[in-house]
């Protein structure tokens, strides 16, 4: 049995932060982005990331966002986990991911007023997931199949006349 090593575990860590770093950092863009499309002043954030500090809305939004982003950076490790065949890791990061959008993100959202939105959510995050992850496995195949092609054949056996 392998030992386990406080590097490693620190390494781990640190895997997490930065991929939960680079999620929020895009969301806090992409809210940005389309904040100021449509006029909407109550996302008191810019693109450099500051933020008003007298705006209680954008404080709890950083926070209930980089919660969300750890726990996200927290799933992607699941694609760490080699043994797992890749359709099982897509499944349970889609679970994880579900699961922090479920408990963190449509329960503190202005959004979930009725059930009717919440359901609308949920199925727009699988939908949306769902593409994404379409796109990302015909590329994957794609790029599979180039290499494939590449890869010189030589014959086992021999022929039988």
Known sequence: MKKINVFDILKIIKDIFIKACIYFSAVIILFNILGKFMGNTSFALNILGTFYIYDIFALNFCFVLALASILAGAAAQVFKIKKLPLMSRHIAFFILLYLDFLLIIIPLSAYTV????????????????????????????????????????????????
């Open 114 to 161: 009725n059930q009717d939105s919440t359901l609308f959510l949920s199925v727009a995050f699988t939908v949306v997931y769902l593409i994404i992850f379409g796109i990302a496995m015909a590329i994957k195949a794609i790029i599979n199949s180039a290499g494939n092609k590449k890869s010189d054949y030589e014959k086992q056996f021999k022929d039988v006349d």
